[in-house]
């Protein structure tokens, strides 16, 4: 079945910066990559997705890069504010309309 | 539009007890998914129902838990009986079926339910 690998598990960084969050999977299957930011106590939600016919999608201040040779897909996210910080997940969509979560990334942006 | 709805937010019972989650899904969205995090950790995956059908039960933990979505509408997740290591925010999510040429779909998640076994 799909595995997802996402690193880091944290990141600190300062107001402005930017950060990059890594994920792989294993199924080559796999089709659709959306990224999930869950903010304390709340739902996640969608902030942004990738299909696998595209290599890039940018949003704003955040992108996401997709390599289907290497199974590999990022997040981007310039300009770091200090409500940027949440958990982030990024996810893979098997053929089998199955979504599999990576193990999160807490990200801290400090003012 | 409402969105997915799950109840109850929050489930105290001791350890032997038997407790019951509900997800009422997006209408029209054929994909439905049980997820478990565990104290803030990864997202992980429980199961996946297409319709009333359970596409993929691999991430149920045990016996102790079954899950039903009786019609295709609303499910239910059923732990009997809890342990303490049950304890953790169950999220359900749905999504609309993907079409037989096209990719995934966005998934939109219910606010969990944060169920403690003590």
């Known amino acids: 079945g799909e595995n997802v690998e996402q690193h880091p598990s944290t990141l600190s960084v300062q107001e402005g910066d930017s950060a990059v969050i890594k994920c792989t999977y294993s199924?080559?299957?796999?089709?659709?990559f959306p990224w999930y930011k869950q903010e304390l106590g709340k739902r996640p939600q969608l902030i942004i997705d990738?299909?696998?016919?595209?290599g890039e999608k940018k949003d704003q201040r955040i992108a996401v890069t997709l390599n289907k040779t290497a199974k590999h897909f990022s997040l981007h996210i310039t300009e770091t504010q200090p409500e940027d910080s949440a958990v982030y997940f990024c996810a893979a969509y098997t053929g089998f309309q199955k979504l599999v979560f990576g193990t999160g990334t807490r990200l801290l942006v400090s003012p | 539009e409402a969105g997915v709805t799950q109840f109850p937010s929050h489930s105290v019972i001791e350890k032997g007890q038997t407790v019951t989650l509900r997800c009422d899904p997006i209408s029209g969205h054929d994909n439905l998914y049980w997820y478990r995090r565990v104290m803030g950790k990864e997202i992980k995956f429980l199961l996946h129902?297409?319709?009333?059908?359970?596409?993929?039960e691999s991430g149920m933990p045990n016996n102790r838990f079954l899950a039903e979505r009786t019609g295709g509408t609303y499910s239910t997740l059923k732990v009997q009986p809890a342990e303490l290591e049950d304890s953790g925010v169950y999220f359900c999510a749905s999504s609309p079926r993907a079409g037989q040429f096209s990719s995934g779909t966005e998934a939109f998640f219910g606010q969990g339910t944060r169920l403690t076994v003590v």
């Open positions: 990738i299909r696998s016919n595209v």
């Open positions: 129902f297409v319709k009333e059908s359970k596409q993929d």
């Open positions: 199924d080559s299957a796999s089709n659709y």
